[in-house]
T-cell receptor, first 109, second 115 residues
Framework: GIQVEQSPPDLILQEGANSTLRCNFSDSVNNLQWFHQNPWGQLINLFYIPSGTKQNGRLSATTVATERYSLLYISSSQTTDSGVYFCAVASSNTGKLIFGQGTTLQVKP | GAVVSQHPSWVICKSGTSVKIECRSLDFQATTMFWYRQFPKKSLMLMATSNEGSKATYEQGVEKDKFLINHASLTLSTLTVTSAHPEDSSFYIC???????????FGPGTRLTVT
């Protein structure tokens, strides 16, 4: 099945810094989503982005489907951005999402 | 965006008993829902695909007799953990997508503790 790799596994930032999270996948996809998991476990949808570029406030994402990777940019990070960021992909019409191992982000004040 | 709810949010049960977890799509219909399991500090692992009006499809290594899934309507799927044991303790999360895109929306999760 499709493999999903996220990097880095852990990231520590000072408040106000920018960061880039990466997601590599091993096959063509028809769905790619970025999530933020909050301390209570809820997965927050950040982006649905099987291709192209999207922006939402301080967050933006780019997926280059032909090269099988996606990037999540966080600008001017805040302490509330802390948590785990997951990339998940689906490569068939079943809709089944396969998750990467996540990036744990800690933003220090 | 679409809203998915789960009930209960947490449950503690004794070894040998069964526990039912509900997943509802509140503002859309979902012919397919998905059940995931997450261990502490780990990623989400897909357990099964819940299909409205038909049998669930389980991922390799997931015991279908242990984790019973019923998708009785277009807005409700249930996961029953039968004869629970401490190793079944975990965080269970469901997801659903509308029929117009592949985007999935996740419920808030259910934390199960088996004593």
């Amino acid at each position: 099945g499709i493999q999903v790799e996220q990097s880095p596994p852990d990231l520590i930032l000072q408040e106000g810094a920018n960061s880039t999270l990466r997601c590599n996948f091993s096959d063509s996809v028809n769905n790619l989503q970025w999530f933020h998991q909050n301390p209570w476990g809820q997965l927050i949808n950040l982006f649905y982005i099987p291709s192209g570029t999207k922006q939402n406030g301080r967050l933006s994402a780019t997926t280059v489907a032909t090269e099988r990777y996606s990037l999540l940019y966080i600008s001017s990070s805040q302490t509330t951005d802390s948590g785990v960021y997951f990339c998940a992909v689906a490569s068939s019409n079943t809709g089944k999402l396969i998750f990467g191992q996540g990036t744990t982000l800690q933003v220090k004040p | 965006g679409a809203v998915v709810s789960q009930h209960p949010s947490w449950v503690i049960c004794k070894s040998g008993t069964s526990v039912k977890i509900e997943c509802r799509s509140l503002d859309f219909q979902a012919t397919t829902m998905f059940w995931y399991r997450q261990f502490p500090k780990k990623s989400l692992m897909l357990m099964a695909t819940s299909n409205e009006g038909s049998k669930a499809t389980y991922e390799q290594g997931v015991e279908k007799d242990k984790f019973l899934i019923n998708h009785a309507s277009l807005t409700l799927s249930t996961l029953t953990v039968t004869s629970a044991h401490p190793e079944d303790s975990s965080f269970y999360i469901c997801s659903a997508g509308d029929t117009f895109s592949y985007e999935q929306y996740f419920g808030p999760g259910t934390r199960l503790t088996v004593t």
